[in-house]
């Protein structure tokens, strides 16, 4: 198998939201997905950039994607944030999300984060026995919170 990794492009944006979409139906919320590739694009690429990705390329099709972004700890300082890793799921289990996940390890060590951190469903099990191969921490202390854009209209 001949996988490239490379940095996201503009263009790159139509299939990085099919792969979410992906993500959101193995997560049992296919539903829940509400960007466009528009905004993706623009949050991506835009004056008030949001994030940075990878893709994993075979034969030039994406296959997969690492998305992160840079976030601030009162604690630690400037802390990376892997929010998704994707692969097709015809592709997984071939060695393509070690190639992305070191890849955004990179970027992390580049820019000298104090911290680089993720979320992982307690379900996923696949996931969660790949990320204790690399030493991860897994944090059961904390409980995500958030608001929606639904809620917050009505406050």
């Known amino acids: 198998m001949n996988v490239d990794i490379r940095k996201g492009i503009p263009s790159d944006i139509p299939e990085v939201l099919h792969l979410v979409k992906e993500l959101a139906a193995f997560e049992n919320a296919p539903n829940e997905v509400e960007v466009t590739v528009e905004e993706m694009t623009e949050w991506g690429f835009g004056y008030d950039k949001q994030f940075d990705f990878f893709v994993a ?39 393509i999300g070690k190639l992305l996940f070191d890849q955004v390890v990179i970027i992390a060590k580049e820019t000298k984060v104090r911290r680089m951190e993720w979320q992982v469903l307690d379900w996923n099990t696949t996931a969660i026995e790949f990320y204790k191969k690399y030493g991860a921490h897994l944090d059961g202390e904390w409980v995500n919170c958030k608001l929606t854009n639904h809620q917050l209209e009505k406050m």
Not at 72 to 91: A, N
Request: with cysteine; net charge positive.
């Open 57 to 95: 390329l075979e034969n030039n099709i994406i296959i997969g994607i690492a998305l992160y972004y840079f976030k601030y700890s009162t604690w630690k300082g400037k802390c990376l944030f892997l929010e998704d890793i994707i692969v097709t799921e015809t592709h997984r289990g071939k060695g």
